[in-house]
């Protein structure tokens, strides 16, 4: 695997393969700082992000790499510098690897075809955020151990989300039923062929979710009015406390941040037992390493 760009196409033996890869980088694992000693990493994010480009950081450096951590804040962009010289400047530096975050759908494909280094995907536009899905299915199964027969939620703005298509792929792909729920405006079309249940009543599928994934409402990528308010919003689709006391027993509740407190989720359901948010998080480095390590082979 040269570069990862996307979760859609995979097969579930190459899910496994990666997850079961990304157990051995866990904390208390051996020693993995060998791997990229000497090497360089290439954050290049032209979008803010803190929990992707820290884990990408910090996954980085586990392996023994060097980091360049670019931004376009301050950057050549802002002269007019196009992405393909941008990219190809920093494949001048040498990196063994740039990991990329652009709000173009399909821009991380573009410079793949134009580099000689691994080109990993750390979410393009509304298309796919690849190692999100990764980190979240990680998770699920270091709970479940399997996958198969569960019922993972996925509720809120799944029009602009990409950590909705990565996850819709992959957790299919590894055995679970997928529902989308979410007001009409923000659901697109097309959800059904791709395997997903689609329903705009949360508290109607909510008793059957082993796991419930809230996205945040990404009011930056909205030209249009999609909602009256977020107040409403929440009403409708949020996860508070008398919602969280009707799922199931042993079922989680999942966010891939930032959490937007009151809207998404009430303060004490993202804080509460079901909450594996930060095991999310602290899941996302083992993931990433086990991403760099392949990629980079």
């Given at each position: ?8 196409g995979w097969r ?63 950057s050549s962009v ?81 029009l602009h989300s ?136």
């Open positions: 695997m040269r570069h990862l760009l996307g979760i859609e579930r033996d190459e899910l496994e393969s990666l997850l079961d890869r990304a157990k051995a980088h866990l904390p208390g694992g051996p020693d993995t700082t060998h791997l990229l000693r000497g090497k360089v990493v290439a954050n290049l994010f032209f979008e803010d992000s803190t929990r992707t480009r820290t884990s990408f950081h910090m996954a980085a450096k586990g392996l023994g790499a060097s980091v360049l951590n670019w931004t376009h804040t301050g802002s002269k007019g510098e196009t992405l393909l010289d941008t990219a190809r400047n920093i494949e001048a530096t040498g990196p063994v690897a740039i990991v990329m975050r652009h709000r173009s759908s399909g821009a991380p494909h573009l410079v793949a075809k134009h580099v000689k280094c691994a080109v990993i995907n750390a979410g393009d536009g509304t298309h796919e955020h690849p190692s999100q899905a990764l980190l979240d299915a990680f998770t699920l199964r270091q709970r479940w151990g399997s996958l198969d027969g569960r019922t993972v939620l996925i509720v809120g703005d799944v990409r950590v909705a298509r990565s996850n819709l792929h992959c957790l299919k792909a590894l055995g679970a039923q997928v529902v989308m729920c979410g007001p009409p405006t923000l659901m697109p079309p097309g959800l059904e062929a791709l395997g997903a249940e689609v329903t705009h009543n949360l508290d109607a599928v909510l008793p059957r979710a082993d796991a419930v994934m809230c996205l945040r409402v990404q009011l930056e990528r909205q030209e249009q009015a999609f909602l009256p308010s977020t107040r409403e919003y929440a009403r409708l689709f949020g996860l508070n406390a008398a919602r969280e006391e009707r799922m199931k027993a042993g079922a989680v509740v999942m966010h891939p941040g930032p959490v937007n407190r009151g809207v998404e989720l009430a303060p004490a359901v993202a804080d509460g037992a079901r909450s594996v948010i930060l095991e999310q998080v602290s899941n996302g480095v083992a993931v990433r390493r086990a991403i760099l390590e392949v990629c980079t082979a």
